[in-house]
């Protein structure tokens, strides 16, 4: 039986393995439809986890075994899921990075009890400004975000909402420090592995979030080309900057949040 329930896990990753190679392949070229054979494999791989799974089950094989290619099913269905629904039509993502300023600190100075207040009241902004906007929070850094959008437009709004609630929130937040907020905004093809992305978009985005002052969103060349619309946004005069790492000159452009902003629903 052991012999058995290493065979399927064998065939079982072979295929998924399979199907995220034939994704990125086609990611590549262009966004998968919901009825393209993307989809239409990703789901044949996740049926097969599962149908094997099952088997496996009621032969009676051990709960270890079990767990694994439940996580494997999951991935397939899940991870597939997300990078379809972040990756826009030309193949590119939008990311943005966001961080408090000085947070070491502002932790110092407050405490830890009411920095974790401070944290847990950004973490919330954030998600919510975020889901409202369809972007996907890929990952936390305690007092900064990563975050993937298909749509340049609703990362720039996204970043917009925070830093004009934040401004309306300040004095709520802190009567004895200021709490600002940077964000970067860049666009570009990147590398997806276990959830997590990689390749130069990704540096990019955090260099750009790193360049912004508190308060301040920039937003890179790349993604103000990719806007429709770029006079829906309050653009202030461009600089160039140099990025650690990357080579040549990059122009910034500040983006300036409205007076007032409507907190999403």
Do not use: C
């Amino acid at each position: 039986m052991a012999v058995i329930a290493l065979a399927a896990v064998t065939v079982l990753s072979v295929l998924l393995v399979r199907e995220r190679r034939r994704y990125e392949q086609l990611r590549a070229s262009t966004r998968p439809r919901p009825d393209s054979g993307l989809l239409q494999g990703t789901h044949r791989a996740v049926k097969a986890a599962v149908s094997t799974a099952s088997r496996l089950r009621r032969h009676g094989v051990g709960g270890m075994l079990m767990s694994s290619l439940d996580d494997l099913a999951r991935w397939a269905a899940e991870d597939r899921a997300e990078l379809v629904r972040v990756t826009g039509a030309d193949g590119t993502i939008t990311f943005m990075f966001t961080d408090i300023v000085d947070s070491t600190s502002l932790n110092e100075k407050l405490g830890d009890k009411a920095w974790v207040r401070i944290l847990k009241a950004h973490d919330r902004l954030v998600r919510r400004q975020v889901t409202a906007r369809g972007g996907h929070v890929v990952k936390s850094q305690g007092d900064g975000f990563m975050i993937a959008f298909s749509d340049p437009e609703e990362a720039i709004g996204a970043a917009v909402a925070i830093q004009n609630v934040l401004g309306r929130r300040r004095r709520k937040v802190s009567r004895t420090a200021r709490v600002t907020v940077r964000i970067g905004v860049h666009r570009g093809e990147a590398v997806s592995r276990d959830g997590d992305y990689f390749g130069r978009a990704v540096a990019m985005a955090a260099r750009v979030a790193a360049q912004a002052d508190g308060g301040e969103i920039l937003i890179s060349d790349e993604t103000l080309g990719a806007l429709p619309d770029p006079a829906r946004f309050r653009l202030s005069r461009p600089r160039q900057v140099t990025l650690k790492g990357l080579n040549g000159e990059h122009t910034l452009h500040p983006v300036q949040p409205p007076a007032r902003q409507p907190d999403p629903a």
